[in-house]
């Protein structure tokens, strides 16, 4: 199996370029079913997760071209099929997306239940509320979700989600782009990819407005034409390294970011005694002295986000005092725990909350990633930790990470994957 294999202790010094956000591009690229002509989107991260929902694209008949590493052309006018492949579904997360994508379009679809990162219990009755609400039937029978648009087009109308959810939240925007009439959002999640899938389908002829807030209003539009759009930087990636510096100390300039996303983040590392200046796009963390306690609780945006969780409490791991973490969002998603206690690390976890005693340090052990958040996090451990890691399943990682092991490397960190044999590792756009 591929691992990464890490030498902890070494403080990181230098400058990484983030990519496009993750979680933004897998509902964008999804989106371009809606469009009427070529959708050239740029800053798209190479990352398995992208691939994958370029696959499903092409396999439903799109035209897809890779102009450049972050560029492709999206032709979906051709499209006349809305039924999705299980096997390509299967993989990730957001081909929930493509339920809303091609209801929009077609008013009927077939996609496999979603896959994606285990947290326990990841139910879409929110979506499907709105889809409902919306004019479709839905329903789930041999091993697919079935919609149909009881008219042949979905209807604008109100619906109100009874928890915050970004999936739901973006996937009734899809649904009702083309819908007839005016769909409003109530208590709609505020993350800054919405806002991202809202200025794209906008910038294609939509009528989107509040996107950000938490009253969504969507005017069905006739068509959507063509054009070209670039995505958001990642704000977790971004995190990410902000929380591998705060770990492993040393100085690095995190470039190609949005500074207002990543606020939540920042503050929470200032209360721990990291330092991060703000620049126009792009932040300065430092981390010299010592790490102080602090307490953690995730939320929806503006909140600390969950996919944060995890590389935070690699942080608390290390820092002075007791420090209490609050998963505010899933179950179950302190499955990396395990793994953290063979490296020295002190975590009592009673269901969403963890209590941190930081250690004075944590030794390398074989760690094993459960997840995409978790995996990262054990990479910060690692390069935090005394001696030699070795971090497997990384295959995790790498649905949301482009280059994580040249980037860490570029700021002096020793890490090298050693890749099992036989394992073709070219990840491509397209
Ligand atoms: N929920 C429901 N019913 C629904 C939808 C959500 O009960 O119909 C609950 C969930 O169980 C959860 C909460 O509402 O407790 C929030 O879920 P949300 O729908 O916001 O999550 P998601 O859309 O499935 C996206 C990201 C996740 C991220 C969450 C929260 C994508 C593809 N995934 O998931 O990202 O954790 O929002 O911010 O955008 C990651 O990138 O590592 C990742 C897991």
Not at 74 to 95: F, G, M, Q, T, W
Not at 195 to 209: P, T
Not at 317 to 329: D, F, K, N, P, Y
């Amino acid at each position: 199996m591929t691992k990464y294999v890490i030498q902890g202790g070494k403080p990181l010094y230098g400058e990484i370029n983030i990519s496009g956000a993750k979680n933004a591009a897998v509902a964008i690229i999804p989106a371009a079913l809606l469009v009427d002509g070529v959708c050239r989107i740029e800053n798209i991260p190479q990352i398995s997760d992208v691939t994958s929902i370029l696959n499903i694209l092409q396999d439903l008949g799109a035209d897809v071209r890779t102009v450049n590493r972050t560029t492709v052309d999206v032709d979906c006018s051709h499209i006349r099929n809305a039924k999705v492949p299980e096997e390509l579904a299967r993989k990730i997360r957001a081909s929930y997306y493509l339920i809303g994508a091609l209801l929009g379009r077609f008013g009927s679809a077939e996609v496999p239940p979603p896959g994606g990162c285990d947290f326990g219990g990841r139910p879409i009755d929110q979506h499907i509320k709105g889809f409902v609400a919306m004019g479709a039937d839905v329903d789930v029978h041999g091993g697919y979700i079935h919609a149909k648009a009881k008219t042949g087009r979905m209807i604008g109308t109100q619906v109100y989600l009874d928890m915050v959810s970004v999936g739901a939240t973006m996937n009734i925007i899809l649904a009702a782009t083309l819908a007839d009439g005016m769909t409003v959002i109530e208590n709609a999640a505020k993350e800054p990819h919405i806002v991202d899938l809202a200025n794209f389908l906008n910038s294609m002829g939509a009528d989107i407005m509040g996107a950000g807030t938490d009253v969504i209003k969507v005017r069905g539009v006739e068509r959507l034409t063509g054009g070209s759009y670039s995505i958001i930087p990642d704000q977790i990636e971004a995190g990410t390294y902000m929380t591998a510096v705060a770990a492993a100390g040393g100085e690095v300039l995190i470039r190609n970011v949005i500074p207002k996303h990543l606020e939540c983040i920042t503050a929470k590392l200032l209360e721990m005694g990291v330092e991060v200046e703000e620049r126009d796009d792009a932040v300065l963390v430092r981390r010299h002295g010592p790490l102080s306690r602090t307490n953690v609780k995730t939320l929806p945006y503006p909140g600390f986000p969950t996919d944060m969780q995890p590389q935070i409490a690699a942080v608390l791991c290390l820092a002075q005092g007791t420090s209490v973490l609050t998963e505010g969002v899933w179950d179950n998603r302190y499955r990396y725990v395990d793994e953290f206690r063979r490296m020295g690390a002190q975590i009592q976890v009673d269901g969403k909350v963890a209590v941190i005693e930081g250690a004075s340090h944590l030794s390398g052990a074989k760690l094993q990633a459960c997840d995409l958040r978790a995996g990262a996090a054990m990479v910060i451990a690692a390069l935090a930790g005394q001696g030699t890691s070795e971090v497997s399943c990384v295959h995790h990682i790498e649905r949301g990470y482009e280059d994580i092991v040249r980037k860490l490397s570029n700021v002096g960190a020793d890490i090298r994957v050693v890749v099992a044999p036989g394992e073709d590792r070219q990840a491509k756009i397209g």
